[in-house]
Structures are given as C-alpha cells and as structure tokens.
C-alpha cells in the first residue's frame, strides 16, 4: 500500500495541501481493489461540488448568457472527456490504487479517470473547504473551460460538424430521414433522423423540418462522441 504525504497534490501543482492525507488516500482507492473506503462516495460529493462551481464560474464570466446556453457550457466541461483529460494532466492514473483487472494505466476509461478527478475534488472540499475545491476545480479546468467557450460558439451547426466527421471516416456525407410530421399548418412538429451509411442515429423532433435535422445531428453527435470513448478505451 502506498501512502501520500500531505503535499502530494502540491507536488502536482494543485493549490491544497491535505490536512487530512488519508481523504486522498481514499480518494485514489478505485472499487476493483476490495479495499474500504474506496473512492465511490467521494465521488458521488465530488460530482455535485463540481456542479456548483462550474455553474457559478460560468454565471459570473458573462451576464450576457441565457439558462440554456450557461447549460451547454457546464455540460461540455463537466463531460467524462473534459475531465479524464484533466486527470490525466495531473496523473492521477499513475497515483491511483487499481485492483488486479485494471493494468494498463495507460489505457485507463475516460469514466474512470473522469471518477478519479471527481473523488479528488470531493475530498478537497472535506479536507478544507468550498473554496480550496473551487481553486483547484478552477486551476485544473481553466483551459477547459476557455476551450468550452470558444468551442460552443463555433459548434452552432451540429450538421456541419456531423458532415465534417462522416466525410472524415467514410469519405460519405449523412442523410436526414423524415420519420414523422404533425400538427396543422401553423404549428407543425417533425422527426428526423440521422443515417450514415448503415447507422441510424435516434431521431429527435423540431418545429421545422430544419430544426429537427439540427436536433437530429447533436444526437448523431452524441453517439459518435460514445462510441470514440468506447474504441479509445479497448471495449469495441
């Protein structure tokens, strides 16, 4: 067993210092190794710290933003890649207690690597408090979070980026598949689906056909998203 010093997340440039080094003991300790405490209910704490302090950073960097908008922001840098990239940045992979099934740390899941940074900050914020939890979420996530902005702006049509990655993988554009149509003329609704060769993706529903097939290509999107997770990680 290995034990951390009380500076280890100094060491790793992260501005806290555990007065309690066992929470981040904890905090490392994945599930697969049988051993209690794991890192599951710091976790689940870290989750919803994380939450907080991204929907406050993003609500006080720009009054101009709409519910909606500051929503699609919190997502993309709270989302399991954001976060096993910051993870990995800080290499809590190589740190963390794994049990016999997990031997590549080098290939480790976004989910894992994602649990990982997530039972750090919610140990940080048992250790000292909000605010050493929001310097570290704020340190670690500050490119991310600049990433976020400037990547949301330019992804305002998810059919470009879909076409962009289906001509990228297959040399093929996608097709929009009307499924379905209702309502009178001045209130019709429309579901459309995505398909790229074989693959259809879930259809999703708009106010105009338009609509429904940019609604269509965020979902395309999504799934495209979960299966690079997939194939990155050796689960295909």
């Known amino acids: 067993m290995r034990f951390f010093r009380a500076d280890t997340m100094r060491l790793l440039n992260v501005p806290h210092s555990f007065r309690d080094p066992a929470l981040l003991e904890e905090a490392l300790t994945h599930a697969s190794t049988g051993r209690t405490p794991d890192n599951e209910r710091l976790e ?3 989750d919803a710290v994380l939450d907080l302090i991204v929907a406050e950073e993003l609500y006080r960097r ?3 933003r709409s519910e909606g908008e500051l929503t699609e922001r919190k997502a993309a840098v709270v989302s399991r890649r954001a976060l096993a990239e910051a993870a990995k940045a800080l290499g809590l992979g190589e740190l963390a207690h794994f049990g016999a ?4 740390r080098a290939a480790l899941p ?5 649990n990982l940074y997530e039972a750090v900050l919610g140990a940080i ?3 000292g408090g909000l605010e050493p939890a929001r310097d570290f979420a704020l340190v670690t996530l500050d490119r991310l979070l600049a990433e976020a902005e400037r990547s949301l702006e330019s992804d305002r049509n998810p059919k470009q980026t879909l076409q962009h990655l289906c001509q990228t993988t297959s040399g093929a554009p996608p097709v929009y598949e009307l499924l379905d149509e209702r309502g009178h003329s001045h209130a019709r609704a429309f579901r459309v689906r995505a398909v790229h060769g074989a693959r259809a993706f879930p259809s999703a529903w708009g106010r105009t056909r338009k609509e429904a097939e ?3 290509a965020h979902e395309a999107l999504l799934c495209f ?3 690079d997770d997939v194939v ?3 689960r295909a």
């Not at 976004?110 to 994602?114: D, G, Q």
């Open 44 to 46: 689940f704490l870290g």
């Open 62 to 64: 720009d009054a101009s």
């Open 101 to 104: 099934g997990i031997q590549d």
């Open 110 to 114: 976004r989910s894992v690597l994602a």
């Open 125 to 127: 914020y048992l250790d």
């Open 214 to 216: 940019r609604w269509a």
């Open 225 to 227: 998203e979960a299966t």
């Open 232 to 234: 990155e990680n050796g």
